[in-house]
């Protein structure tokens, strides 16, 4: 696949909103209640990984740009997606 880096961070957003769970959401941001919260706002976006980044705030996109980041490095999400 092209090394275009947009393309990666797309792929990259695509598996995670295949994935986010309000499990998924509670380790990302780190608190149950704040998981549960932002899990939420991700099914009142209708599931668009987009849109509910979208509505962050500045810690929390850094928090998921983070997680998605150990994701790459862990290999669980392919560096040539």
């Known amino acids: ?28 941001f780190g608190k149950k209640q704040m998981g549960i919260h932002l899990y939420q706002k991700f099914l009142q976006s209708k599931g668009n990984i987009i849109n509910f980044y979208s509505c962050l705030d500045a810690n929390n996109k850094k928090y998921l740009a983070d997680y998605i980041e150990a994701l790459i490095v862990s ?7």
């Open 1 to 28: 696949m092209s090394n275009n880096k947009s393309l990666q961070v797309m792929n990259h957003l695509i598996s995670l909103q295949c994935d986010l769970t309000e499990i998924v959401c509670i380790q990302i």
């Open 75 to 81: 290999g669980r999400i392919s560096k040539n997606n």
